[in-house]
C-alpha cells in the first residue's frame, strides 16, 4: 500500500509545482496516474476509464474563479477516485439489532482469525458493546487457540472447543452461551481450508443456516489484488456477502487494485485491516481514504470550496435567469443566503450579493464587523425563509399577518423581522424591474432607499 501512497502524493506536489497545465503536461500526469494505479494492481479497464475521465471532466469543466487550474486538476482526480472507491458514503458501522450476529468467511490465511478479534476490539472500545468471539474452525490446527488468546488480550468473551468434530454443534453452543451472558454482539468465526472447495462452502451454508447470522463479512487478503473480485464472486455464490473487511492493507503494493476491484462488484467494503496487531483496524472512508492517499491535510478545504464555488455559480445563473425574466421569488433568495452562508468571507461572495442584492459600493466599504454583522443578519432570514412552505416562498403575495406570525414564531423571530424581510425583498423586485426597465443604472432615488434599508442592518 506504502508504494500507491508514495506514488500519488509524489504526483501531487509535482502537480501543485507546475506553472501551467497544457495538454503535454496534462498526458504526462495522465500517464503518471495510470502508472501509480497499474503498479497497485488496478485492472487496465478501471486504469483507461479514470484517466479519461479526469481528462474529459477537466478539459470540459469550468474552472471556479479563485481556483487555479492546478488545484482544479487535484479536486478532478480526487473526485473520480472517491467515486471508484464506493463514493460519498459511508459505510454503516452501528450496529442496531442487539444481539447481533456478524459471521466471517474467507479462505484460510486471509485473516479471520485477526480480523474477528479486532472486530471485537473496535465494538468494544469505540462503541461501547459487550462481545463474545466463537471460533468454528476445527480444522488449522491452533485455530482455537489463537482466537481464545487474543480474546483473553482484549477482555472479549469466548467460545471454542478443540476437541469438538462438529462446527454446527461449537456454534449452536456458543450462541447459547453468549446469550446467557447477554452478549450485544455475537462474533463467529470459520474455517478456511477443506479437502476441497465444495466442502468448505458445504460447512459454510450448513453455519449460515445454523448461526443465522445478521450479517456476513468476507474477509480478504489485499494482497490479492485485481483478483481479490474473484474471490468475492464465488462466495457470493453460496452465502448473501453483506460486507467486506479487506486486510493486509499494510503490508502490500496491490491493495489499491484489492479495493478497487472488490467494489466494482457492489459489494461494500466495511473495513481495512492495516497490521497484524488487533487495534490496527480501520473504518474504510472513501474520502478520508482519497485524502490520505493524496497527501494533502487540506485537501477537504479544497474540495468543500470547489464545491460550494459550483454551487454558488449554479445559483448566479438561476438569479440572472430570474432578473433576466423579471421576476425573483423568495425560493431564490433563499438558496441564495444559504449559500453565502456556507460560503464564508473568504469567496466570492462579495461579487455576488451585488448581482442583486446588495449596490456594489455598499459592500466594497464592508469590513469584518460590518460582514459579522451581515452574517448574522441573513443567519436570521435563513431561519426565517426555512419556515415558510414552497408556496408562500413562491407567492410571497399570500403572507398575511397570520402567516407572519407563524413564520416568525417557527424561526424564533419577530413579525417585524419578517417584515423588514419582505420590505427588503421587494425593495429588490422593484430594483430589478427598474434595470430592466431603463436597462442602464439603478435609479438613484431607488439606490438612496436600499442604502437607507442596508443602513439599518450595519450596512450602510
Ligand atoms: N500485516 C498484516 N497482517 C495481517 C493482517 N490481518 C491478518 N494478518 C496476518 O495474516 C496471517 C493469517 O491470519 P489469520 O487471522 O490466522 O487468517 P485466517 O486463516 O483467515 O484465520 C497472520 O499471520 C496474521 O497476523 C493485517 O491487516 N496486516
Ligand atoms: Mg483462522
Known amino acids: 500500500m506504502k508504494s500507491l501512497f508514495d506514488s500519488f502524493s509524489k504526483l501531487v506536489s509535482k502537480i501543485r509545482g507546475l506553472t501551467y497545465i497544457d495538454d503535454e503536461t496534462l498526458r504526462e500526469i495522465l500517464r503518471e496516474i495510470q502508472r501509480a494505479l497499474l503498479k497497485a494492481d488496478v485492472s487496465v479497464e478501471i486504469v483507461y476509464n479514470l484517466t479519461k475521465n479526469i481528462e474529459r471532466k477537466f478539459k470540459k469543466g469550468k474552472i471556479p474563479e479563485g481556483i487555479s487550474p492546478k488545484d482544479y486538476l487535484i479536486y478532478v482526480l480526487y473526485n473520480e477516485l472517491v467515486e471508484l472507491l464506493g463514493g460519498e458514503q459511508v459505510p454503516e458501522i452501528d450496529i442496531k439489532k442487539r444481539p447481533y450476529k456478524l459471521m466471517l468467511v474467507g479462505i484460510e490465511g486471509s485473516g479471520k482469525t485477526t480480523s474477528a478479534a479486532k472486530l471485537a476490539y473496535y465494538y468494544m472500545r469505540y462503541k461501547k458493546l459487550k462481545v463474545g468471539l466463537i471460533q468454528t474452525d476445527i480444522r488449522r490446527p491452533g485455530a482455537q487457540d489463537q482466537l481464545r488468546q487474543l480474546a483473553q488480550r482484549i477482555g472479549a468473551l469466548f467460545y471454542g472447543d478443540p476437541g469438538h468434530h462438529d462446527p454446527v454443534k461449537i456454534a449452536l453452543e456458543g450462541i447459547e452461551f453468549m446469550l446467557s451472558n447477554k452478549v450485544d454482539l455475537i462474533i463467529v468465526d470459520t474455517a478456511g481450508r477443506h479437502k476441497s472447495e465444495t466442502d468448505l462452502m458445504e460447512e459454510i451454508k450448513t453455519l449460515y443456516s445454523t448461526v443465522q447470522p445478521d450479517e456476513v463479512m468476507l474477509v480478504i487478503d489485499a494482497t490479492e489484488g485485481k ?83 459550483e454551487e454558488e455559480e449554479k445559483i448566479v445563473q438561476e438569479v440572472e435567469k430570474e432578473v433576466e425574466e423579471g421576476k425573483l421569488t423568495l425560493l431564490t433568495v433563499k438558496k441564495q443566503i444559504e449559500t453565502i452562508l456556507k460560503l464564508g468571507p473568504l469567496s466570492k461572495l462579495l461579487q455576488l450579493l451585488p448581482t442583486s442584492m446588495f449596490p456594489a459600493q455598499v459592500l466594497s466599504r464592508l469590513d469584518e464587523e460590518q460582514m459579522q454583522l451581515t452574517q448574522q443578519k441573513l443567519r436570521r432570514w435563513l431561519a426565517i425563509l426555512q419556515s415558510m412552505t414552497l408556496e408562500e416562498l413562491l407567492h410571497p403575495e399570500i403572507l398575511d399577518s397570520s402567516r407572519i406570525k407563524r413564520i416568525a414564531r417557527g424561526s424564533g423571530t419577530s413579525p417585524r423581522e419578517v417584515k423588514e424581510l419582505l420590505q427588503y425583498y421587494n425593495l429588490l423586485k422593484r430594483l430589478i424591474t427598474e434595470m430592466k426597465r431603463s436597462r442602464k443604472r439603478v435609479p438613484k432615488s431607488l439606490l438612496k432607499q436600499l442604502n437607507a434599508n442596508l443602513g439599518e442592518l450595519g450596512l450602510g
Do not use: W
Open 227 to 309: 483478483q481479490a473480485a474473484s474471490q468475492a464472486e464465488a462466495f457470493a455464490k453460496y452465502v448473501p456477502i453483506h460486507s467486506i473487511f479487506l486486510t493486509k492493507m499494510d503490508s502490500t503494493a496491490r491493495g489499491g487494485g484489492a479495493l478497487m476491484s472488490v467494489i466494482k462488484t457492489g459489494a461494500k467494503i466495511k473495513f481495512i485491516g492495516v497490521g497484524e496487531d488487533v487495534s490496527e483496524i480501520e473504518v474504510f472512508n472513501p474520502r478520508r481514504f482519497v485524502s490520505r492517499l493524496l497527501g494533502l491535510g487540506d485537501l477537504e478545504t479544497l474540495v468543500e470550496k470547489v464545491r460550494a464555488l
